[in-house]
């Protein structure tokens, strides 16, 4: 019966205000001991008067708020002009932004970049040229591509970001680094995976595989790169391009200088693609603990650490 009255006041309340979402009434609930419903048993009544009264202060407060939304609404009704601005359906590339020409939505070379003068902003190239930013390298390939005067080389049109820092000379990674590596990457990835979770930024699938990592000492490495493997998969073939690498690579070359040489050793067979099994194989996993289990419900923007 209880319950009944509060579904029913709740609906009530939720009904009064179209503009008022579910977050509303949740926010109604904290301030009310839960723990003493109890007392209301018999008070049914001033429950419903408790929640009322808080409800209609609530109102009050944002009455100008609704009111003006409704107006808008209306507005809206009546004058069916709606105007969503064309460009937020647009998507550029890197190193564009969409601008109005007369009518139409275009996409645009950036025309301007930050000032960047951080030295970690810094980012190295395809051809070992050290760029103020990437925004600066993807400015630059927009204008090669267009043909624009900014454009200070017609071999730009290629450029891209091979990793984020300034160039600098490749360490080599040999001996005991390169031979610890993939025991400190499998590692990593876990400890990736499980920060994810902790910020519940994993969908409930992969959020499943990091709970079985947790509780299953065989799983524990194998789930990490399985996931990692899906994740970096952004087009979801099933094995990972070198383009693919780049979330992963990039950020890290400045870092580690054994990321390059091991990322390259995954290839085994030099294809330019790391399958699932040359994945497990490079992290020195047992084959038998990778079982593709990939979300195909990948979020829409890939992390990019991770
Ligand atoms: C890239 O440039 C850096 C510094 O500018 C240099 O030390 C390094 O040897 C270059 N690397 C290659 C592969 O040419
Ligand atoms: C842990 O995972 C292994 C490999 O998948 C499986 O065989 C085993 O039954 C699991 N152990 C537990 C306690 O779930
Ligand atoms: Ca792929
Ligand atoms: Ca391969």
Redo the contacts with the bound molecule.
Sequence with gaps: MRSIWLLLCLGLLALSSQVRAEEDVENLLPDIDLDNIEDFDENDEEFLQLLEQKAKNQDLERENELAQKLADVQHNILNPVVEIDPCETMHCGAGRICQMNKDKPECICIPECPEESEQRRHV?TNK???WPSDCAVYQQRCWCDIKAPGCLNPENAHLHIDYYG?????RVCDGEDLKDFPRRMRDWLFNVMRDLAERDELTEHYMQMELEAETNNTRRWANAAVWKWCDLDGDTDRSVSRHELFPIRAPLVSLEHCIAPFLESCDSNNDHRITLVEWGACLELDADDLNERCDDVQKAVPHLLG
């Design positions: 190295c070992n040229e050290t300034a160039c600098h000379e490749s």
